[in-house]
């Protein structure tokens, strides 16, 4: 008997350990103004040994809810609520292993639309973490062996980018600049600052000189670029009073950047972007724009749109042209 009885001690003791070493995260929390057609889903992007996840968390009649999900190591998860009521949206939160994290979730209706959005209120024991990644979305702490030197990157790339807008001396810029920063692409958001439309002779010079400064064969700088040059196009086709506006941005490419890479990938954004507005120019943009990228499988991608504005222009050539006379 005390044989028996050791035996199923020992069992015991092993499914509690091997319970305990697998206690996943607990999420718990509440959605307002839920109604039976809404979804609730868990979302976790995919690592190289694992595939994505995506789950759908039971809500309660009364919007309330908890859900157990497995996690080798810290994450980042999603949690995508669609109200076909209200609508769509997402927030980031932060899972760990044996942690339990709450998020309230209510609908705040945007003062200028009619658009509805997601106020997140974090507690639990990973409170921090996940108003952390809520705020900094596009970066995922699985990168970094912990959370702190998670932080601490993010942390040292608004001290670095905040001294950049204040050595520009302007304080407008400097709060717009902290306002739009996104960490994972350094540079790009921010050239949102100046619509594309703007007119480049009335723009502060703070943003010229933050411009001029970029280094136009670095690879972060990509994005930036790529907007810069969409507004530098307009800003040329709207002083010649009319004309392509592809034409300058590629023309400007060509004489600020030498890296093939950064040729490639731009060019082809601006002719992804301009070829359905540029259609009676669309073949010697597109000749210009065959000489600067040298990447054949970004030129095949564009080409079908190529030739249906081609074609598209050929026909409003053979209607203007007269007929003959009889």
Same mark, same amino acid.
Request: glycine residues 4%.
């Given at each position: 008997?005390?044989?028996?009885?050791f035996?199923?001690?020992?069992?015991?003791?092993t499914l509690?350990?091997?319970?305990?070493?697998?206690?996943g995260?607990?999420?718990?929390?509440?959605?307002?103004?839920?109604?039976?057609?809404?979804?609730?889903?868990?979302?976790?992007?995919?690592e190289?040994t694992?595939?994505?996840?995506?789950?759908?968390i039971?809500?309660g009649?009364?919007?309330t809810?908890?859900?157990?999900?497995?996690?080798?190591?810290?994450?980042?998860?999603?949690?995508?609520?669609?109200?076909?009521?209200?609508?769509?949206?997402r927030?980031s939160?932060?899972?760990?292993?044996g942690? %339990?994290?709450?998020?309230?979730l209510?609908?705040v *209706? @945007?003062?200028? #639309?009619?658009?509805?959005?997601i106020?997140p209120?974090? +507690?639990?024991?990973?409170?921090?973490?996940?108003?952390?990644?809520?705020?900094?979305?596009s970066?995922d702490?699985?990168?970094f062996?912990?959370?702190?030197?998670?932080?601490?990157?993010i942390?040292?790339?608004?001290?670095?980018?905040?001294?950049?807008?204040?050595?520009i001396?302007?304080?407008?810029?400097?709060?717009?600049?902290?306002a739009?920063y996104?960490?994972?692409n350094?540079?790009?958001?921010?050239?949102?600052?100046?619509?594309?439309?703007?007119?480049?002779?009335?723009?502060?010079?703070?943003?010229?000189?933050?411009?001029?400064?970029?280094?136009?064969?670095?690879?972060?700088?990509?994005?930036?670029?790529?907007?810069?040059?969409? %507004?530098?196009?307009?800003?040329?086709?709207k002083k *010649? @009073?009319?004309? #392509?506006?592809?034409?300058p941005?590629?023309?400007?490419l +060509?004489?600020?950047?030498?890296?093939?890479?950064?040729?490639n990938?731009?060019?082809?954004?601006l002719?992804?972007?301009?070829?359905?507005?540029?259609?009676?120019?669309?073949?010697?943009?597109?000749?210009?724009?065959?000489?600067?990228?040298?990447?054949?499988?970004?030129?095949?991608?564009?080409r079908?749109?190529?030739?249906?504005?081609?074609?598209?222009?050929?026909?409003?050539?053979?209607?203007?042209?007269?007929?003959?006379?009889?």
């Open positions: 008997m005390k044989k028996i009885f035996i199923t001690a020992l069992t015991c003791l509690l350990t091997s319970c305990s070493n697998d206690k995260a607990t999420i718990t929390g509440s959605v307002d103004r839920w109604t039976e057609n809404s979804r609730l889903i868990l979302g976790i992007m995919a190289e694992q595939d994505p996840i995506m789950a759908e039971p809500v009649s009364d919007g809810f908890s859900y157990h999900q497995k996690v080798e190591k810290p994450t980042v998860a999603s949690i995508i609520i669609n109200n076909p009521g209200i609508g769509m949206n927030i939160l932060f899972l760990e292993n942690k %339990t994290v709450n998020v309230d209510k609908h *209706k @945007e003062v200028e #639309s009619e658009a509805y959005g106020e209120t974090f +507690t639990g024991d990973t409170k921090a973490e996940s108003e952390f990644v809520n705020e900094n979305k970066i702490p699985r990168d062996e912990t959370f702190t030197a998670f932080k601490d990157s942390d040292k790339y608004y001290a670095e980018r905040l001294e950049r807008a204040k050595a001396g302007n304080p407008a810029f400097e709060k717009d600049y902290i739009v996104d960490p994972m350094q540079n790009a958001r921010l050239v949102n600052y100046i619509p594309h439309d703007a007119n480049l002779d009335s723009v502060e010079t703070a943003y010229m000189d933050y411009i001029n400064q970029l280094d136009f064969n670095d690879p972060v700088n990509e994005n930036a670029l790529q907007q810069y040059l969409i %507004t530098y196009g307009r800003f040329v086709q *010649k @009073e009319g004309g #392509s506006a592809t034409m941005s590629l023309e400007e +060509t004489r600020r950047t030498q890296n093939q890479t950064m040729l990938n731009i060019s082809s954004h002719m992804f972007f301009f070829l359905m507005i540029d259609t009676p120019y669309v073949e010697s943009v597109w000749a210009k724009y065959t000489e600067i990228c040298k990447d054949e499988s970004q030129i095949n991608e564009l079908p749109r190529y030739e249906a504005r081609k074609s598209d222009l050929e026909k409003v050539r053979n209607k203007a042209k007269p007929k003959d006379a009889h």
